[in-house]
């Protein structure tokens, strides 16, 4: 029994190329999953699309009873959002006929994709590219993740009161002309509580949405611990600490002669 249970805490926390492959498994399949949720949102009746729910479903319960097991604090898992977005959309996955309106709140799982501190390690580690751009790939992710939330929101509180909001791609197409505050003025939301959400989407999301431009555009950094001050993120060609003023070391690749 404990080498069972060294065995799965090493595939979710050692730094074998098997934990690796089985991290960025997880990673693939939580990215798979939130993609054929919006791609299945407007068949829901088709068989074969709750058998795929099931088995989904499946993966999701051994994750997680997984995580529980292998912790130290089992109970304190219970007080990660991450974990009750994971028993929501559980409960969805396996109750559809019963809660038809909250089925999109199954796009709350997009809130597991680059949340692991170890799968950002190994990205950092094995991929270049994401080591140069972590900053524009993290905001993007949450820029994404972001749109698919509010737009679950859209439909689930609007789909039985507002005429033209019928199906998630009604919900995404409201989502993404607030948030580029475009307009369009075809699709509103109704009552307070659409005013209200319209609000979120359009603060947040312009918020986001400059966060993203402005990591796209400004300067590179690079990651170096002034000694003095702790200060860590630097232009990559800083000769002293911005905020102390210590004279740096950066190693840089130069230039060849």
């Known amino acids: 029994m404990e080498f069972s249970?060294?065995?799965?805490?090493?595939?979710?926390?050692?730094r074998s190329r098997r934990s690796r492959i089985f991290r960025f498994t997880l990673l693939t399949f939580d990215i798979a999953s939130v993609i054929f949720f919006i791609a299945t949102s407007v068949a829901r009746q088709e068989t074969w699309i709750y058998v795929v729910d099931a088995i989904i479903a499946v993966v999701i319960i051994a994750d997680l009873a997984a995580r529980i097991w292998i912790s130290k604090h089992p109970w304190r898992i219970f007080k990660e959002f991450t974990t009750w977005t994971d028993i929501i959309v559980i409960i969805t996955l396996l109750l559809p006929a019963f809660l038809d309106s909250f089925l999109f709140l199954r796009v709350l799982r997009a809130l597991r994709v680059l949340r692991s501190?170890?799968?950002?390690?190994?990205?950092?580690?094995?991929?270049?590219?994401?080591?140069?751009?972590?900053?524009?790939?993290?905001?993007?992710?949450?820029?994404?993740?972001?749109v698919f939330i509010m737009t679950a929101l859209v439909y689930v509180l609007q789909v039985h009161t507002n005429a033209n909001i019928t199906n998630y791609i009604d919900a995404l197409y409201f989502t993404i002309t607030a948030l580029t505050t475009t307009g369009f003025g075809d699709i509103t939301l109704e009552g307070?509580?659409?005013?209200?959400?319209?609000?979120?989407?359009?603060?947040?999301g312009v918020a986001l949405f400059l966060r993203l431009v402005q990591t796209i555009f400004r300067p590179p950094h690079v990651d170096y611990e002034c000694p003095d001050c702790g200060l860590v993120r630097h232009d990559t060609d800083a000769v002293h600490c911005k905020h102390c003023g210590k004279i740096l070391h950066i190693t840089t690749e130069g230039k060849g002669d």
């Not at 990205?123 to 994404?144: C, D, G, H, P, W």
């Not at 307070?192 to 947040?204: A, Q």
Request: glycine content about 4%.
């Open 5 to 14: 249970k060294q065995f799965v805490h090493d595939l979710y926390y050692g």
């Open 117 to 146: 501190y170890r799968v950002l390690a190994d990205l950092r580690t094995y991929s270049a590219f994401f080591k140069r751009n972590e900053l524009v790939i993290q905001s993007i992710v949450n820029l994404i993740v972001f």
């Open 192 to 204: 307070t509580t659409g005013r209200i959400l319209s609000i979120v989407i359009l603060l947040v």
